[in-house]
Nanobody, 120 residues
């Protein structure tokens, strides 16, 4: 079994910064990529950013230049540095571990989410 635990969410004023962390634990042989998604009230979950095991990154257009994803592969941990936050960034942020090989199964895993609230 694989568990993902997010941390670092909270309340911040517009223009401020937050850093989210997500640690994957359990029986993990390899992870293809880790990423962040978010879901605002009344909206569908949307892609934020991802990073592969080789360090290649991808961002949603609205996050480019403001958000930075990074990872510590040795710790199976991914980070999301969010700068110049806007009220529309308010959402529950979910961590995902994609293409996880546990040695016996291969699948995707999700964290329970962390709330980010940006006040105007």
């Amino acid at each position: 079994q694989v568990q993902l635990v997010e941390s670092g969410g909270g309340l911040v004023q517009a223009g401020g910064s937050l850093r989210l962390s997500c640690a994957a634990s359990g029986t993990i042989a390899s992870i293809t990529a880790m990423g962040w998604y978010r879901q605002a009230p009344g909206k569908q979950r949307e892609f934020v950013a991802s990073i592969t095991g080789g360090g290649s990154t991808d961002y949603a257009d609205s996050m480019k230049g403001r958000f930075t994803i990074s990872a510590d592969n040795a710790k199976n941990t991914v980070y999301l540095q969010m700068n110049n936050l806007k009220p529309e960034d308010t959402a529950v942020y979910y961590c995902a571990a994609l293409g996880v090989h546990t040695g016996s199964v291969f699948g995707d895993y999700w964290g329970r989410g962390t709330q980010v609230t940006v006040s105007s």
